[in-house]
C-alpha cells in the first residue's frame, strides 16, 4: 500500500493544527510504525478479549449474577464510546501520535488495575477507564492510517483488524494458560497491561509524525466533494451510525457472554471454550480479504451480506446443539463476518460518507455509535437469557438485530462517498 503524492496544500483549513508538511519518511519506517501501530491495536483486543473466558472464574471469586457478568464483560465499550467524539474532536486539531500514545498507556493501566478491584463497583471502573483509553487509540489509529492509506483505506482497515483479531485469537488462549500456571485469573492483566506500555515506549520512538499526521485533503488536487454534504453528520453517516449500534449490540453481546454460553450450556471445558473464542479471532483474519473487497465492491452490498451472514451464523450456534468442532467452524465462521467483513468495512464506509477534513469526526462517531450502546449488550443478552433461555436470547440479540442493521443500510447512498467515480 502506498499513499498518492501530495500535490495540493491550498486546501487545508486555516483552523487545523495538523503539521502542514510532515517531514518524509522512508518506505521501511512506514512499514515499522504501520507495524508497530497495528501491534498496538494487537494488544488492545487482548486487553479486551482475555476477560471472557476468564468470567466464570471472576462470577466463582466475587459471586457476581449472570447479569453482572455480563455487564462486566461488555461495559469497557462504555469507555470507549465516551471516548469517541471527544477524540474525533481533538484529532481533528492536534497531533494523532500524541493521542495515540495517551490513550494506550490510559488502557494499559486500567487492565492492570483490573486484578486489584474488591467488587463490582471498582472493577467496572477499571474496566470503563480501559474502554476509554482503547477507543482514544481506535480514533487516532483509524483516523491517522484513514489519512495517510485514502486510497487504500480498506485494505489498511483489513490489515489493522487482521491484527486485532490475532489478540482475539491468541488472548484466551494465553489467558487461560497462565490462570491454569498461577492458579489465579490475575496474571494474564499484569502481562498485557505492561505489553501495552512496552508498545507505547516503542511507539514514542519508531512511528514518526509524517505516518500519522498526514492531511488526506492534499491527496488529490483534481477532486471536487461538491456531491457530498458539507456536513460530517449527514444521511449517509447517520444511517451508518445507526448500523454500528445495531452491530455493536449483536456483535458484543455474543462476544462477551459466547464463552459462558459453551461452558454453562454446552458443558464445555474452560479450555474447549478458549479454543473456539480463539477460532472466532482467527476467523476475524479475514478483515485483509474484507478490507480488501471493500474498495472494490459496493460497500454497502457488502455489508448488507455480511451481516445476514452473522444471522444465519447465529441461528447455527444456538440452535444446533453443535459438538466442539462443529461448533469451532461456527465461531470461525462469525469472526469472519462479524470481525473480518462488518467492523472495517463500516468504519471505512465512515470515513468515506464524510469531506477529508472531517475524518477525525467520522472516526469519532463510528466508536462512539459502534461501541455506546455495545456497553450494556451483555447486561441485555443476560437478561433475555434469564427470561427465555440461551436459545431464544440468541436468537433475538445475534439473529433478529442484524436484520435491523441491513435495514439501516439501506438508506446509505454510496454515490455520495468522497471516492465515488463522477
Not at 500535490?7 to 510504525?33: K, Y
Not at 483516523?143 to 487504500?152: E, I, T
Request: charged share 10%; glycine share 12%; aromatic share 12%.
Amino acid at each position: 500500500m502506498t499513499h498518492a503524492a501530495q500535490v495540493d496544500t491550498s486546501t487545508v483549513p486555516a483552523a487545523e493544527t495538523r503539521e502542514s508538511s510532515p517531514a518524509p519518511i522512508s518506505r521501511l519506517m512506514i512499514g515499522v510504525g504501520f507495524l508497530l501501530v497495528v501491534l498496538s491495536y494487537m494488544v488492545n483486543a487482548m486487553d479486551r478479549q482475555v476477560f471472557p473466558p476468564l468470567l466464570p472464574n471472576i462470577r466463582a471469586e466475587f459471586g457476581f449474577s449472570l447479569e453482572q457478568g455480563g455487564l462486566l464483560a461488555t461495559n469497557f465499550t462504555l469507555g470507549m464510546a465516551l471516548a469517541g467524539l471527544p477524540a474525533g474532536y481533538l484529532l481533528d486539531r492536534f497531533r494523532r501520535k500524541t493521542v495515540l500514545l495517551v490513550s494506550i498507556v490510559i488502557y494499559s493501566l486500567g487492565t492492570m488495575a483490573t486484578p486489584l478491584a474488591t467488587g463490582f463497583a471498582d472493577m467496572t471502573l477499571y474496566r470503563v477507564v480501559s474502554g476509554f483509553g482503547e477507543g482514544m487509540q481506535s480514533a487516532a489509529i483509524f483516523a491517522a492510517l484513514g489519512a495517510f492509506f485514502a486510497h487504500r483505506r480498506g485494505l489498511a482497515f483489513g490489515i489493522i483488524g487482521m491484527g486485532y483479531s490475532v489478540g482475539v485469537f491468541i488472548a484466551p488462549l494465553i489467558g487461560v494458560r497462565l490462570m491454569s500456571l498461577h492458579g489465579t485469573w490475575h496474571a494474564p492483566f499484569y502481562l498485557f497491561g505492561a505489553a501495552g506500555l512496552l508498545i507505547a515506549a516503542a511507539c514514542l520512538f519508531l512511528v514518526k509524525s509524517g505516518l500519522t499526521e498526514h492531511s488526506a485533503e492534499k491527496i488529490v488536487s483534481t477532486r471536487t466533494y461538491g456531491h457530498m454534504p458539507a456536513s460530517a453528520y449527514n444521511r449517509n453517516t447517520i444511517a451508518l451510525a445507526v448500523h454500528s449500534v445495531i452491530s455493536g449490540v449483536a456483535i458484543y453481546g455474543f462476544l462477551g457472554l459466547y464463552p459462558t454460553y459453551l461452558i454453562t450450556s454446552l458443558h464445555y471445558s474452560t479450555e474447549q471454550a478458549a479454543l473456539a473464542m480463539s477460532l472466532l479471532g482467527f476467523g476475524g483474519m479475514s478483515a485483509v480479504l474484507g478490507g480488501w473487497l471493500g474498495d472494490r465492491v459496493n460497500q454497502r452490498n457488502l455489508l448488507i451480506g455480511s451481516m445476514l451472514a452473522v444471522s444465519a451464523i447465529s441461528v447455527c450456534i444456538y440452535e444446533t446443539q453443535a459438538g466442539v468442532g462443529l461448533q469451532c467452524v461456527f465461531a470461525f465462521l462469525m469472526g469472519a463476518f462479524g470481525l473480518g467483513f462488518v467492523y472495517p468495512n463500516t468504519n471505512s464506509a465512515m470515513q468515506r460518507s464524510v469531506r477529508p477534513g472531517q475524518i477525525g469526526r467520522a472516526s469519532g462517531l463510528f466508536v462512539t455509535s459502534y461501541y455506546g450502546t455495545a456497553a450494556f449488550s451483555g447486561l441485555l443478552f443476560a437478561a433475555l437469557v434469564d427470561s427465555f433461555g440461551w436459545s431464544r436470547a440468541g436468537l433475538l440479540q445475534v439473529t433478529a438485530l442484524p436484520l435491523l442493521g441491513v435495514l439501516a443500510l439501506l438508506f446509505v447512498r454510496p454515490g455520495q462517498f468522497n471516492n465515488a467515480v463522477r
